[in-house]
């Protein structure tokens, strides 16, 4: 191949080093109004009346609304519809909106908001989510503080830890933390001579922030653009809607643009962070080192609103006992409802939790069997046919061997381990560590996955259209890439359409390690189908054949596309020349909801690391020096961004596991900032 598989510079990048790149906060239109919310109070209240009286008198001030003023449904959720757009009776965490106002600057805005009265009756609150289970603890909804309880049964798991060598029970924690992407939320709202309503904002789905926006505004979705912005980082957390309903409430009920920005206070006040969790993990092994048993109990905290908490902890109790083989497994996964900041999507979705723990406990068995913890791995990988913990039989090949090898082989691994403890220094220590894990790609457990595409034949182009949304994965240059490739063209000569929902196809969120196999086979595929239309216009002699192919009943196709290519202005014809295809990807099922049954998903990613670190014993200092990293791609399409993806990753696990924390008390945030949510830096990253 000439253009896959090869490192091609990022095709958005001279824009994005240049300052031409335009995100949600570069947008201004003439006239254009500001918006801010007013958050609530408290973190569990009643609210028993807003007077906004005040705020609607101040000068500047254009509009100030309350829940009475959505015109349609008052709630939104991406997958569960519970968070109100603005809070009518009841606040349940300390980033519920109640209020919001438009007005000709930021600061007459935020002086507004001092203007508006609400009177709250508190509530008590709970925070832990294991508090949040018992019977008299305090509802944060009606129904009850269980978002989602999910199970899964295989095997004997009694008979299996009664006949085990060794059983090991261990407890385990993992934090709450921020997406901390370099943009804060953003967005404008417009509403079109047409009476369309247009919102450009970041996000990871057009198409999904498009439904959710018209169910709340009362509108028809096709009455509803939503137009893509240069995207500074998402991780999941632009799963969820921040600005987007209430910038365009306001733009109908003002007339006029409005433009809302968060503060990096705000985001990590109101928006999704990642799923903290309390583990519960007994695993049983042989004599020989084979598992036996793995039995979990996963409590994770969803916050205050569902967001993708069920399908995240549904991701947990999917993948709770690693990548190895195991016989007899029981696992129960929550969950849970409290008055904290709501948690959805964030990088692996629910993986790294359950990842942690049971790398923690693979480490804590093979200490106790006396064995090497990389051959302790290897000899219970799961291989070829594997049965997974859902019941799914499937070819898995030996990617998960292949990257241990490869990781123990590039660090050099028999020979360090050896120096595990030792003094490498005053008071400091070496050591070095070996973990191992899996994901899913793509959505799964029987949601609709498909990707559709466009590709339309132009005057020394190819137009590439697909709401694929790349929010510095790098996804619009391998979507590039592919129908270069595919056509026998150059890079220079495909164009990528910006993701607009009154262009551009739907191909779903940009999430679940999806965008590149999904959206690459729908690219493929029209390009495919491009080819067949341009072989049959020319063969219905609807365009005039060009030179050198005359009384041909049969063209070569890529001379005849360069000589479209070659071309400048309207040819005639070529309107009807276009490619357009949906890939639906290999089907997968729901989970049975009493034993786990299904198929969980169509692939997995397979993957092995090694750290080596020095750790200072008198402050508990860890230095990380090196991380080695194995892992299963398939064909890599532009292998320096793949790197770049492994790095990424890398030092975000980095920062989970060493530095990261949101801490919350009482539902009250106390790390609100960057400079109290500490995150790695280029000072602070591994070399």
Not at 336 to 357: D, E, I, K, L, S
Request: aromatic share 8%.
């Amino acid at each position: 191949m000439k253009i896959v598989g090869k490192s091609i510079r990022r095709v958005d990048g001279l824009a994005k080093v240049t300052g031409q790149a335009r995100y949600p906060q570069d947008f201004y239109l003439e006239g254009m109004l500001y918006a801010k919310a007013l958050r609530s109070r408290y973190s569990h209240a009643l609210i028993k009346k807003i007077n906004v009286s005040r705020a609607r008198e101040l000068e500047g001030v254009r509009a100030v609304l309350t829940a009475q003023d959505v015109p349609g449904r008052n709630l939104f959720g991406h997958m569960i519809a519970d968070q109100p757009v603005l809070c009518q009776d009841k606040v349940r965490f300390r980033g519920d909106a109640v209020a919001v106002v438009a007005a000709e600057s930021e600061e007459i805005a935020q002086e507004a908001l001092s203007f508006i009265q609400v009177d709250y009756d508190p509530l008590p609150v709970v925070s832990d989510p294991r508090q949040a289970l018992k019977p008299d603890a305090p509802r944060v909804h009606e129904k009850g503080n269980i978002l989602t309880h999910y199970k899964i049964r295989k095997g004997d798991v009694e008979k299996a830890f009664q006949e085990a060598h060794l059983v090991i029970e261990s407890n385990y924690r993992t934090p709450c933390v921020e997406h901390a992407y370099l943009q804060p939320e953003s967005g404008i709202a417009y509403v079109e001579d047409t009476g369309d309503l247009v919102i450009i904002v970041a996000t990871q789905c057009v198409y999904i922030d498009r439904h959710q926006i018209a169910r709340s505004l009362g509108l028809p979705e096709e009455k509803v653009k939503v137009v893509l912005a240069e995207t500074g980082g998402a991780f999941g957390g632009r799963e969820d809607i921040s600005v987007q309903i209430l910038i365009g409430l306001l733009a109908l009920k003002t007339g006029r643009p409005v433009k809302m920005t968060y503060s990096r206070e705000e985001s990590i006040l109101s928006t999704a962070k990642r799923h903290p969790a309390y583990m519960r993990y007994k695993s049983g092994v042989d004599r020989e080192g084979r598992l036996l048993a793995w039995e979990a109990e996963i409590i994770a905290d969803t916050g205050a609103y569902a967001s993708s908490g069920a399908a995240v902890v549904q991701n947990m109790a999917m993948y709770a006992s690693g990548p190895y083989k195991v016989d007899n497994v029981k696992i129960d996964a929550y969950a849970v409802y409290t008055n904290n900041t709501f948690a959805g999507a964030m990088r692996a979705f629910g993986c790294p939790q359950v990842t942690f723990a049971s790398e923690m406990q693979m480490n804590k068995l093979a200490a106790a069997l006396g064995m090497d913890e990389y051959e302790f791995r290897r000899r219970n990988a799961m291989v070829g046919k594997s049965e997974f913990a859902t019941g799914y039989l499937a070819d898995v090949d030996n990617c998960q061997i292949v990257c241990l090898d490869e990781v123990v082989r590039l660090s050099n691994w028999k020979e360090k381990r050896y120096r595990q403890n030792k003094e490498a220094g005053k008071d400091r220590f070496y050591g070095i560590g070996i973990a191992a894990g899996f994901k899913n790609v793509g959505y799964g457990s029987g949601y609709v996955d498909s990707s559709s595409a466009e590709v339309e034949l132009m005057p020394g182009k190819v137009r590439l259209k697909i709401s694929a949304v790349d929010q510095g994965q790098g996804v619009e240059t391998i979507l590039c890439q592919i129908a270069a490739e595919e056509l026998a063209i150059s890079m220079e000569n495909v164009e990528y359409t910006n993701p607009d929902t009154s262009v551009t196809p739907n191909a779903g969120s940009s999430s679940a390690s999806r965008q590149t196999f999904n959206s690459g086979n729908a690219v493929r595929l029209a390009c495919l189908d491009l080819k067949k239309n341009l072989q049959q216009l020319l063969d219905s002699r609807k365009w005039k054949r060009p030179p050198g192919y005359p009384g041909h009943t049969s063209y070569n196709w890529s001379n005849i596309l360069q000589e479209f290519l070659s071309m400048e202005g309207e040819t005639e014809g070529m309107a009807s020349v276009i490619g357009r295809a949906t890939y639906v990807p290999p089907p997968t099922t729901p989970l049975d909801p009493e034993t786990g049954e299904g198929i969980p998903a169509y692939s997995f990613g397979f993957g092995a690391q090694v750290a080596e670190v020095v750790v200072d014993k008198r402050t508990g200092q860890v230095d990380l020096k090196k991380v080695y990293a194995a892992h299963d791609v398939g064909r890599a399409i532009n292998p320096l961004q793949v790197e770049g993806q492994i790095e990424g990753g890398v030092v975000m696990g980095q920062g989970y596991a060493l530095m990261e924390e949101i801490i919350l008390k009482e539902g009250e945030t106390l790390t609100p900032d960057l400079a109290t949510f500490d995150i790695p830096s280029s000072l602070t990253s591994f070399p």
